[in-house]
């Protein structure tokens, strides 16, 4: 008998197992047991939730198409579902992209250039200040970058274009950028600093300037990272609903000009939200069906996102 077993009999403990045998080993397998079953639980949760809201969205839109014609839903160029029964989507879809196009020029060259300096350029001082502020930044709600689109950001566009008007694609496209700025920034960081540090070691060694080794080093070995990071922060620009709302207008028109009021689809989406449409009405299923061709924009984006990252992405041992 060792010195350990003598003083365990002495206070009276006895050593409980916990291999399998005994009680600790049936209360460790109950206990995982419990946890599997509940982390197997969120799952089943988040893919029933995903599928219900498909559902919902097909079913709905499936009585809408019952109506109208999808060819004159996806073609047409007037939307006035309530005064002239015109259900032409097109209109909504191009205020969209005019403002996801916007955002896009504004958040993606500062976006990348940020994150390529936090990640080859910062100091570890710099860098711990700059991504909290960002991150501060990410949690402001979309309410408030529309309230200050409207008092703030159009106000300064029609200083410098008069002909601007209230409401309008630019200033929506500016709090866009902005909005969707931290996540560009935060994954493209990520990625650029996961860049093996042997690759950057083998182009300083052949005389490469951090210029060089940034450029035609660094970047091009996490391209696939950030070209994913892009087309998640343009999905979340075709999905923004408050800021457009209130920033971009209400009035569906087909224009290329930013200067303009335009809307959006998740805009009119926010209009007929508010009640004054009858559940059950066909204008009220035109909800369903903006909002379904909203979803199905969006998951082509992230398999688009997925295949390129799958396509181009490199592997480091």
Not at 274 to 287: F, K, M, V
């Amino acid at each position: 008998m060792n010195a350990e077993s003598s003083a365990a009999e002495v206070v009276g403990l006895r050593a409980v197992p916990w291999d399998g045998a005994g009680h600790g080993g049936v209360r460790r397998k109950v206990v995982e047991g419990l946890v599997q079953a509940g982390l197997f639980g969120c799952a089943l949760l988040s893919i029933f939730t995903t599928v219900g809201i498909v559902l919902v969205l097909a079913v709905e839109a499936f009585e809408f198409f019952r109506e109208v014609p999808l060819f004159d839903f996806l073609t047409g160029t007037e939307w006035a579902p309530k005064l002239a029964g015109k259900f032409g989507v097109l209109p909504l879809v191009s205020g969209t992209l005019m403002v996801t196009a916007g955002a896009a020029m504004v958040a993606l060259p500062i976006g990348l250039l940020t994150a390529i300096y936090l990640s080859e350029y910062a100091s570890s001082e710099v860098r711990e200040v700059v991504k909290p502020v960002l991150e501060v930044l990410a949690g402001v709600p979309s309410v408030v970058f529309g309230y200050l689109a409207v008092v703030t950001v159009s106000p300064w566009i029609r200083t410098f274009f008069p002909s601007a008007g209230v409401f309008n694609v630019a200033s929506a496209s500016i709090v866009v950028g902005v909005m969707i700025l931290p996540m560009i920034v935060s994954l493209s960081e990520d990625v650029l600093r996961s860049v093996p540090r042997s690759l950057r070691e083998a182009a300083y060694a052949l005389g490469a300037t951090k210029f060089d080794v940034t450029v035609k080093v660094v970047v091009p070995a996490a391209i696939s990272g950030i070209v994913a990071s892009f087309l998640l922060a343009l999905s979340r620009a075709i999905g923004e609903t408050m800021a457009v709302a209130l920033a971009a207008g209400n009035s569906p028109n087909m224009t290329l000009n930013p200067l303009e009021a335009a809307q959006t689809m998740t805009g009119y989406i926010v209009q007929v939200s508010q009640g004054d449409t009858p559940a059950g009405s066909l204008e009220y299923r035109t909800i369903f069906a903006v909002g379904l061709a909203l979803f199905v924009s969006t998951m082509f984006i992230n398999i688009l996102a997925q295949w390129f990252v799958a396509r181009v992405r490199m592997k480091y041992d």
